[in-house]
């Protein structure tokens, strides 16, 4: 059964870069598509970007200037860097599984405040 | 980018009654070299993450309960469920993996 789940400060402070993880268990990170997506009441689900079994990745293009997706096969996670945060980017964090997001974790919660 | 627009926003349907949810894309989904489109469907539950009931706009996930079903090509899909139980009471969106950057529908409420 594969599970994820992510981790991470629920409090990032205006201007800082908010960093989470993705702990993968059941499957190899490196075998499949794996997302990145936050969900604000006011703007839904939202795709920040994704990382293809190879290693390439692809951003949200309002966002692609502020993510660094990245994964750790020695550790079997998913990272998530976000920079230069204001108060827009206060969310529940997801990570998923391949293009069509067949395992979620169970989402963080972020607030960006001073 | 590839928008989604979801109709409607929310419906409200009588127990054993069908819900139907469209979901329009900007422009197609369908990948041409594997005749596949690119469209998934998912249900959240308040205080919950998303669930993928479909994917390839038709396949249903894994013990996806067979009421729910979808259809549709290119850039107009939707989702049925054909008997609605109180436990279907949720948010579902469509959600798109064609090319780079990836979307979501808006949402659609439904309700009993």
């Known amino acids: 059964q594969v599970q994820l789940q992510e981790s991470g400060p629920g409090l990032v402070t205006p201007s800082e870069t908010l960093s989470l993880t993705c702990a993968v268990s059941?499957?190899?990170?490196?075998?499949?598509?794996w997302s990145w997506i936050r969900q604000t009441p006011g703007k839904g689900l939202e795709c920040i970007g994704h990382i293809s079994n190879s290693g390439n990745t692809n951003y949200n293009p309002p966002l692609k200037s502020r993510v660094t997706i990245s994964v750790d096969t020695s550790k079997n996670q998913l990272s998530l860097k976000l920079s230069s945060v204001t108060a827009a980017d206060t969310a529940v964090y997801y990570c998923?599984?391949?293009?069509?997001?067949?395992?979620w974790g169970k989402g963080t919660a972020v607030t960006v405040s001073s | 980018d590839i928008v989604l627009t979801q109709s409607p926003d929310s419906l409200a349907v009588s127990l054993g009654e069908r819900a139907t949810i469209n979901c329009k894309s900007s422009?197609?989904?369908?990948?041409?070299?594997?005749?596949?489109?690119?469209l998934a469907w998912h249900q959240q539950k308040p205080g919950q993450p998303p669930k993928l009931l479909v994917y390839?706009?038709?396949t249903r996930e894994s013990g996806v309960p067979d009421r729910f079903s979808g259809s549709g090509s290119g850039t107009d899909f939707t989702l049925t469920i054909s008997s609605l139980q109180a436990e279907d009471v949720a948010v579902y969106y469509c959600q798109h993996y064609y090319g780079d950057s990836w979307t979501f529908g808006q949402g659609t409420k439904v309700e009993i």
């Open positions: 422009q197609s989904v369908l990948y041409s070299s594997d005749n596949k489109n690119y």
């Open positions: 059941g499957a190899s990170i490196s075998s499949y598509y």
């Open positions: 998923a599984r391949r293009g069509y997001m067949d395992v």
């Open positions: 390839w706009a038709s």
